[in-house]
């Protein structure tokens, strides 16, 4: 950080009860972090917004069974290429696979992408993950 700037929040008594029962349950160790957290989610999700450049994973449940499901995927992920980081594929029993699919790009292509994939006869569950390449965040 360039510079530390301090500023107070005025809150309803049960509002920061609440805030600060939340933020033990998720181990801060005090609100100025927690508050840092919040604001970077937001700024994250104006990119995906925005169609700025960002990354996150779009992670697929699916029967490898299904006839053409997985060549439809793979078609799919092909056409995506330039957006694509890394695929890992994982065999969680006999019957299902979960594929996790890092992801790079426009947001708008990524959610495309996502789209895509999600709607493909055979897959069971779909979703994506949004981040950020972190250039915009400190």
Do not use: P
């Not at 929040?9 to 160790?29: E, H, I, M, N, Q």
């Not at 925005?50 to 006839?67: C, M, Q, S, T, W």
């Not at 990524?110 to 779909?126: M, S």
């Amino acid at each position: 950080m360039s510079g530390l700037i301090r500023f107070g929040v005025s809150l309803d008594s049960d509002l920061s009860r609440k805030f600060d029962a939340r933020l033990k349950k998720k181990g801060y160790t005090n609100r100025s972090e927690a508050i840092r957290d919040l604001i970077r989610q937001d700024l994250i999700e104006e990119e995906w917004a925005g169609g700025k450049e960002v990354a996150g994973a779009v992670i697929l449940i699916y029967d490898h069974h299904k006839r053409d499901l997985v060549d439809r995927l793979m078609d799919i992920q092909h056409d995506f290429s330039a957006n694509i980081i890394s695929t890992q594929h994982v065999h969680l029993d006999h019957d299902n696979c979960l594929e996790i699919i890092a992801v790079k790009g426009l947001s708008k292509n990524i959610q495309i992408l996502a789209d895509a994939l999600k709607v493909v006869k055979g897959v069971k569950h779909a979703t994506l993950s949004m981040s950020t390449t972190g250039k915009n965040i400190d």
